[in-house]
């Protein structure tokens, strides 16, 4: 940062903030639009798009690891993964060592999906960071990540440090 930018950055006015709020629902539009369209011919939704990229993110993780992630009811993954699995595309298994815990993978297929829909979202954010030029990545991470509660936070660190 230069010279008195922290100082401006400190000082934002709320139409400011508003004009941000605004242009990240846009920009989330866009990000979601590609793997909307890819999961409605499926039947999907976004719901199942987390379910994979998580499961796609670390495989064999638990059904318990990917509620806290997602953040969502048992019942609302439940169904979720019920469809995954009933189509192929999510195999659950029971843990080894407790039986009562559901370990989840991807398959062929579901991996094959998971890799669609990335590919979509990695070609617009490669395009993103490339028109607004290479120190804009670090400032928009940073942000990204000032903005995830504390827990979240903890679960994303976790996740980069598993690659």
Same mark, same amino acid.
């Given at each position: 940062m230069q010279?008195?930018?922290?100082?401006?950055?400190?000082?934002?006015?709320?139409?400011?903030?508003?004009?941000?709020?605004?242009? *990240?629902?846009?920009?989330?539009?866009?990000?979601?639009?590609d793997p909307d369209r890819i999961l409605a011919e499926r039947g999907y939704g976004r719901a199942h798009h987390r379910a994979l990229h998580f499961v796609g993110r670390a495989p064999d993780t638990t059904v318990n690891n990917l509620l806290a992630i997602l953040g969502v009811t048992k019942q609302s993954l439940n169904r979720v993964l019920r469809a995954l699995v009933e189509d192929g595309l999510v195999e659950s298994r029971v843990?080894?060592?407790?039986?009562?815990?559901?370990?989840?993978?991807?398959?062929?297929?579901?991996?094959?999906?998971?890799?669609?829909?990335?590919?979509?979202?990695?070609?617009? *954010?490669?395009?993103?960071?490339?028109?607004?030029?290479?120190?804009?990545?670090?400032?928009?991470?940073?942000?990204?990540?000032? *903005? *995830?509660d504390p827990e979240m936070r903890r679960h994303y660190a976790a996740a980069r440090e598993e690659r």
């Open positions: 010279d008195g930018e922290s100082d401006t950055l400190l000082f934002l006015t709320d139409a400011q903030l508003r004009r941000a709020i605004e242009a *990240m629902f846009f920009a989330y539009r866009g990000f979601t639009a843990g080894e060592r407790d039986r009562r815990e559901r370990r989840l993978r991807l398959t062929e297929r579901g991996a094959a999906l998971e890799a669609q829909l990335s590919d979509a979202q990695r070609a617009r *954010m490669r395009a993103a960071f490339r028109a607004a030029g290479p120190q804009s990545v670090a400032g928009f991470r940073q942000v990204l990540e000032h *903005m *995830m």
